[in-house]
C-alpha cells in the first residue's frame, strides 16, 4: 500500500511533468500550423501580409483560413502531397462559394512558394511559425 508522502510524490510528479504537444511516435503534420509571409500582387505597390491557419485533412487535403486579405479568406479546395511538397490551394471569401485566388507551389522545409493566380496574380511565400 502507497503512504501519503509517496502517493504526494507521484502526484506532484505527473502534475510538474511537462506536457507533450505531440504523442510519442507521431510526427508533426508538415503542412498543418500557421504560416506568415507575403502576397505579392503583379503590379501592387505593396505586398499583403497573410496568416495562413492550416489543417491536413485525410488523403492530402488541406483546409484552413487565410487573415490578411481585403476580406477573411478560406481554404475552398486544397491538396498537399508530402512527398514532393507540392501544394495547391484555392482561396474564396468566408462564406462564399466562389475561388478568387489559386496558389500552386512547394513546401520545402517550413517555408512554402510560388505563384498566385485569378484576381489577383503574383507570388506568394509563407514561413511556419509553429
Known amino acids: ?43 501592387a505597390a505593396s505586398p499583403n501580409r497573410v496568416t495562413l491557419t492550416l489543417k491536413a485533412e485525410a488523403g492530402g487535403k488541406v483546409s484552413g ?3 490578411g486579405l481585403p476580406n477573411p ?31 500552386d507551389g512547394k513546401v520545402v522545409k517550413d517555408t512554402a512558394s510560388g505563384t498566385i493566380t485569378g484576381e489577383a496574380p503574383g507570388t506568394f511565400s509563407v514561413t511556419r511559425q509553429e
Open 1 to 43: 500500500m502507497m503512504t501519503r508522502r509517496a502517493w504526494a510524490l507521484l502526484c506532484f510528479t505527473l502534475m510538474s511533468a511537462p506536457s507533450m504537444p505531440v504523442a510519442a511516435g507521431q510526427a508533426r503534420s508538415p503542412i498543418a500550423g500557421i504560416w506568415k509571409g507575403e502576397f505579392v500582387r503583379d503590379g
Open 65 to 67: 483560413t487565410v487573415a
Open 73 to 103: 479568406a478560406e481554404v475552398k479546395d486544397g491538396t498537399y502531397d508530402a512527398k514532393t511538397g507540392a501544394l495547391k490551394l484555392s482561396l474564396g471569401k468566408v462564406d462564399e462559394p466562389a475561388v478568387l485566388l489559386v496558389l
